[in-house]
T-cell receptor, first 113, second 114 residues
Framework: AQTVTQSQPEMSVQEAETVTLSCTYD???????LFWYKQPPSRQMILVIR??????QNATENRFSVNFQKAAKSFSLKISDSQLGDTAMYFC??????????FGAGTRLTVKP | EAGVTQSPTHLIKTRGQQATLRCSPI?????VYWYQQALGLGLQFLLW???????NRGNFPPRFSGRQFPNYSSELNVNALELEDSALYLC?????????????FGPGTRLTVT
């Protein structure tokens, strides 16, 4: 069974600085997808970034980038130039067969002014 | 383009009652997913519907059930409610089920069982 682990329950960062959120996963599959979702206090889950396991190049979306280490089964999220609006819960998610998306427990990120 | 919508926003029920939650996917999406987000437990996969059929279900008892209608909207029914069913229930939709397709989430229904 696939599992997703986020070892940082809470993190904080100063506005304009960079922060990295960690995620590791366990799977025996070779073809899968990884996602980072953001859930602000409004509760709406928003897709931040996705990574296909077969792609070696790390995904980037504006200020958000990932460090995907397939052999180590690691998928960290880097947020550059943090903004107050980045304050939210961040969930790492793994998607493989049967569309059974597995989520980590989440990291609560607070951006401080 | 309208996003995924869910109703009601909040639902309060008594233990033993039944709850019905509704979800309308993004136009053009045929797959609907249901998740339970209990406090402190993250998101747990409940059900996946595609083209009107249940394609997969998570590790939940049979009193959690649902269906998908011809217009691809979906209902989640929870029978014989228990206190531990109190949670945020999130619905997501995607293009035809497949690992390539991102899931887009609705705002959720907060179910409280007293």
């Amino acid at each position: 069974a696939q599992t997703v682990t986020q070892s940082q329950p809470e993190m904080s960062v100063q506005e304009a600085e960079t922060v990295t959120l960690s995620c590791t996963y366990d799977t025996s599959e070779n073809n899968y997808y990884l996602f980072w979702y953001k859930q602000p206090p409004s509760r709406q889950m928003i897709l931040v970034i996705r990574q296909e396991a077969y792609k070696q190049q790390n995904a980037t979306e504006n200020r958000f980038s990932v460090n995907f280490q397939k052999a180590a089964k690691s998928f960290s999220l880097k947020i550059s130039d943090s903004q107050l609006g980045d304050t939210a819960m961040y969930f790492c998610a793994f998607l493989a067969g049967n569309n059974d998306m597995r989520f980590g427990a989440g990291t609560r990120l607070t951006v401080k002014p | 383009e309208a996003g995924v919508t869910q109703s009601p926003t909040h639902l309060i029920k008594t233990r033993g009652q039944q709850a019905t939650l509704r979800c309308s996917p993004i136009s053009g999406h045929t797959s609907v997913y249901w998740y339970q987000q209990a406090l402190g437990l993250g998101l747990q996969f409940l059900l996946w519907y595609d083209e009107g059929e249940e394609r997969n279900r998570g590790n939940f008892p049979p009193r959690f059930s649902g269906r998908q209608f011809p217009n691809y909207s979906s209902e989640l029914n929870v029978n014989a409610l228990e206190l531990e069913d109190s949670a945020l229930y999130l619905c997501a939709s995607s293009l035809a089920g497949g690992r390539r397709n991102e899931q887009y989430f609705g705002p959720g229904t907060r179910l409280t069982v007293t």
